[in-house]
């Protein structure tokens, strides 16, 4: 066992430890090899019992954060997913069996099947350090847990908190992990190892769930919780969308989590999932997202960014500013008034109270966000990121003064959504210094970055921008310099597309729903009033001008509101009313929705998506997926714009754009990219 992941050891009380520490991984994953190694432990462990069994991890980051999603990708077969799931139960099912008590230590993660293998377990000991981080995540795979975790979760906790878990995907803290009995104990972080030791020597009984929640899983009321259980997955996703949990739902009222062939339902049914398109596009997109945080590279010898300066508290910039002191940076803030700094700082507030569970750390970050209207910040600052609104000669004037005062070796980036940096570094006398970094509304919630250069911007400050993407633990999409860069340019077509139907008399709903129905989660004149009509059209008209790319017709519509201060959510009115956060629409009825008006929608973003791809706007077409899925929230059961249109075949995708051409105008020519 010298070289192997998992190392054994036995105490004199006769109490054995099994270590795993997988070698050249920042995380422990659950790989093939790592699960053989597994099997032969346990060979030596039925053999040889100890009086228990302490398991851990020896990494600092955390438990197993899972199985090796790599080899997901590689299962080519029904029969090889479920053979590959089956051969995860037998070996759960020996450590459940063992002739003495297991108890596992976690801190930071389990995911997937590491929670799995740890419910197999007798006890489980968390640790809370602030850290701790459980959950049953496969519905974002694709598919469900299958190494019995779908089983035993009900069985340990019960119908309705195991399906909450597995259903949602979302992780529990120590809290709520010790409320809901997923963990036995929850200790300090100098504690858990005693606490395992403690559980094995006094061999408490094992946790059961209320009797109520067994109850539920009796053949006679089964029925009736899958009916609640499904429409409540209806109000969120749809099943040909999304057929995991609603695999998972049907799992359980076949099996009720009794007996054996419980663990042979589950396994068939995830061996079913994994071959579907959902599964394949969301391994998928699992993979680049990796792809995308490795571009941060291992540089141990660059300095990690410590003072951050923001020109601009608007909505983008402000909500920049917020993120970056929740990541431990110290920020400041500029603008031209106290006034407008202000609402800056008390989103920032906001922000801090709902991810901050510790009123010490929310103290701390508050105090990390200073505002300056002065511009003192400027001088000290690592970064200086300009988020003033978008006006050429405006962010002109800005970036001159900025370069005159800013340290020589910090960062210059700009959060420009439209304008390209050629047409901004005319006036700087260090061209090769300014990148830009444009974050997506939501900041707090959008996860990638584009990373845009231009031929004259560094490599040093190119990849010293991506390296600072990943510390504020954010997607580096690098991006060529063009008119609205990859995201904003793809999604320009398409919303124009939505706004010329609403002007030949289309309802904002109907729009809408055909984008929704289609499996974008948000439609796109909801998405305009969200991101702000005096934003779309700004920058829709900067993009349409760069790009010669105008609209047939006047858009009166959006123009009105906007000449009435009606700018969307933010005003509380745009083409719909918000209450509460909320568009309040008007219900109607998907056959209204013209019969041609959903391809429009999606073709227009698709052909957009192609233009970029001829001309290298990034790196290739699977980082255009990533880009969309990401960055704009595109369909991710369909894998991505240009995933989809190979699935759906070319010819068909250039044959309908034709036809739409010919309907609807020049701007649906199909790309020269789709022959080339």
Known sequence: MADSAWQYSKNDEGIGTLSLNVAGRSANTLSIAVLEALGEVLQQLEADPPRGLLIRSTKPSGFIAGADINEFARVASEEEAVQMVRRGQRLFDRIEALPCPTAVLLRGFALGGGLELAMACTYRVAVDDGGLALGLPEVQLGIHPGFGGSVRAVRLLGVRPAMEMMLTGRTVRADKALRMGLVDRVVGADQGEAACLELLRQRPPRHQPPLLERLLSWPLVRGQIARLLRAQLRAKVKPDH????????????????????????????????????????????????DRLKALGGKDTAAAPVRRVHVVGAGVMGGDIAAWCALRGLDVTLQDRTAEQ????????????????????????????????????????????????????????????????????????ATNTSSLTLESLTTVLQSPERLVGLHFFNPVAQMPLVEVVSSANTSDAMRQAAVRFARQLDRLPLPCKSNPGFLVNRVLAPYLLEALIALEQGVAPELIDLAATDWGMPMGPIELADVVGLDVCSKVGEIVGQLSGREPPLPLTRIQTLIAAGKLGRKTGQGFYTWVDGKAVKVRMDRRQVPADLQDRLILALVNESKACEREGIVADADLIDAGLVFGAGFAPFRGGTLAWSRDTGVTQVTQRLAQLALTHGARFTPDAGWSA
Request: aromatic content about 6%; proline content about 5%; charged content about 25%.
């Open 341 to 412: 700094v202000q609402p800056a700082l008390s989103r920032a507030a906001t922000l801090f109270d709902k991810r901050l569970r510790d009123p010490a750390k929310r103290a701390a970050a508050a105090a990390r966000l200073q505002m300056d209207v002065a511009g003192n910040g400027v001088a000290t600052a690592d970064v200086v990121i300009e988020a003033i609104y978008e006006n050429l000669q405006a962010k002109h004037d800005l970036l001159q003064r900025l370069e005159k005062t800013m340290k020589p070796d910090a960062l210059l």
């Open 242 to 289: 999304y057929p995991a949990p609603y695999a998972l739902v049907d799992s359980w009222v076949e099996s009720g989590a009794h007996g054996p062939q419980a663990f042979e339902v589950e396994a068939l049914s995830v061996g079913r999932l994994f071959r579907t398109g959902t599964a394949r596009h969301l391994v998928r997109l699992f993979l680049l997202q």
